[in-house]
């Protein structure tokens, strides 16, 4: 048997953790992206500090505020899913102790062990702990580790925030006739260093992945810029 890679998460707590840094990332990646392609519009139309302070801070807000939103909502409903099967599991295993024995013995006779085998051991984790095993084999849920959807709506808010902070900052601070560059530098490296990063996380190859994030961020702004010139061109 060969050793796993050194990047496969081989555990569930390994797993878990990879995948909440994973998110955090993205989250964060994403507040760069929307953010930059924000302010950058705006700069594209305006020269008001004002006016890129308020477009960037309302970004902010709203994007955060929005995956928070929607993260409370996709977890909830997947923990309510969750909760549902199990307590289904705990009545069939209440009223029916025999065929579930029957089910978790076919359910690892399916995963690779010979029936004799299997049986044994499917005798032993029902007399340990039978809806922790069912849930596990039948369901692949931790019913001692479900998902808080506070935690993952709190863990989105600040990973946008954190992200959306960059470009924000960026573009307000620094003097009128060098913050576009600054933002769209800045905006660039942080986007090199979340792209490799998400890249090494989801152990892919990072430069490819990295140049994609990269240009995806270029490719915002560019538009956005275009299209506040064109504004302000047009003197609306
Ligand atoms: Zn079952």
Do not use: C
């Not at 477009?55 to 939103?69: V, W």
């Not at 295993?93 to 299997?118: C, I, K, Q, Y």
């Not at 140049?211 to 538009?223: E, H, K």
């Amino acid at each position: 048997m060969t050793a796993p890679p050194a990047h496969e998460p081989h555990g569930g707590a390994l797993g878990s953790r990879l995948n909440w840094l994973r998110a955090a990332v993205l989250g964060a990646n994403d507040g760069i992206v929307s953010t930059a392609g924000l302010v950058v519009g705006v700069a594209g139309a305006t020269e008001s500090q004002a006016a890129l302070l308020t477009a960037g801070l309302s970004g902010l807000l709203a994007g955060s505020l929005s995956m928070a939103a929607g993260e409370y909502v996709s977890v909830s409903v997947q923990r309510d899913s969750e909760t549902a099967a199990l307590a289904t599991e705990r009545r069939e295993l209440h009223e029916s102790p025999e065929a579930e024995l029957d089910e978790l013995t076919h359910l690892l006779t399916a995963r690779g062990l010979t029936p004799g085998v299997a049986r044994e051991a499917a005798v032993q984790l029902t007399e340990r702990d039978a809806l922790k095993a069912h849930a596990r084999v039948e369901l692949g849920i931790d019913p001692d580790d479900l998902t808080n959807p506070w935690h993952a709506a709190w863990a989105s808010f600040l990973a946008f925030t954190v992200g959306a902070l960059l470009p924000l900052l960026a573009i307000v601070l620094p003097p009128a006739s060098v913050r576009l560059w600054i933002t769209v530098a800045s905006v660039l490296a942080a986007l090199t260093l979340t792209g490799w990063w998400s890249a090494r996380l989801a152990a892919a190859p990072a430069p490819r992945a990295t140049l994609r994030t990269v240009a995806g961020g270029a490719l915002a702004m560019a538009v956005t810029y275009a299209a506040g010139s064109l504004l302000d061109v047009a003197g609306v």
